[in-house]
């Protein structure tokens, strides 16, 4: 896996956005940015995904650069329950893939 | 539908002992790892499933750890003669394998927290 770059801690107040980036200067053509999140004692969680093109889903918006070198993970309203450590990793997306987790951002979001 | 299962949640064993680690996937995934955490550390790969294929055992420490999927369904880590460094959250994944190009994103358990007295 390419490596990539986060902050280790974040803070967020409760309903507001949290933005996460993600530096992955290094990201090859064929490689794709993940995003996973890990709550406290529980196993990691899939979030979302992009290879160019901005996404979205139900649980956060995934900005990536035109150049494909940084990204942004959006969440638009945090929760506490968003509290968790987040893991950005950029992989290609062949069967088989083991996923390589670096040190992530720890997101608190606040009352 | 169900998720992913693993057991025991945690297990307090003696250093020197085998221990044994269960995870039941989420029926129809083909793929199925293995990874371990170790506190405040990032995921680390251990073993890979697929199918009836040989499985990919480069993550693995040491020859005192081990991994039979049997069935292709239930899948059972066995750590031998353990270490106190053996102590970790141990991580099973599937995911459904449907060819690339599309999303095969790994749903995890909620692991096993092993602890080596």
């Known amino acids: 896996d390419a490596k990539t770059t986060q902050p280790p801690s974040m803070d967020c107040a409760e309903g507001r956005a949290a933005n996460l980036p993600c530096n992955h200067s290094?990201?090859?053509?064929?490689?794709?940015v993940y995003w996973y999140r890990q709550i406290h004692s529980q196993g990691p969680q899939y979030i979302i995904h992009?290879?160019?093109n901005n996404e979205t889903n139900e649980m956060a918006s995934l900005i990536i650069t035109e150049d494909r070198k940084s990204s942004t993970l959006i969440l638009p309203h945090a929760t506490l329950r968003d509290t968790a450590v987040y893991y950005c990793i950029v992989r290609t997306n062949n069967a088989g893939n083991m996923l390589t987790f670096g040190g992530g951002t720890r997101l608190m979001v606040k009352p | 539908g169900a998720g992913v299962s693993q057991s025991p949640s945690n297990k307090v064993t003696e250093k020197g002992k085998d221990v044994e680690l269960r995870c039941d996937p989420i029926s129809g995934h083909t793929a199925l790892y293995w990874y371990r955490q170790s506190l405040g550390q990032g995921l680390e790969f251990l073993i890979y499933?697929?199918?009836?294929?040989?499985?990919?055992k480069s993550g693995l420490p040491s020859d005192r750890f081990s991994a039979e999927r049997t069935g292709g369904s239930v899948s059972t880590l066995t750590i031998q003669r353990t270490q106190q460094e053996d102590s970790a959250v141990y991580l099973c994944?599937?995911?459904?394998?449907?060819?690339?190009?599309?999303?095969?994103?790994?749903?995890f358990g909620p692991g096993t927290r092993l602890t080596v007295l």
């Open positions: 994944a599937s995911r459904k394998s449907t060819g690339t190009g599309l999303l095969n994103e790994q749903f």
């Open positions: 290094t990201i090859s053509g064929n490689e794709y």
């Open positions: 992009g290879l160019k």
């Open positions: 499933f697929q199918g009836n294929s040989a499985p990919d």
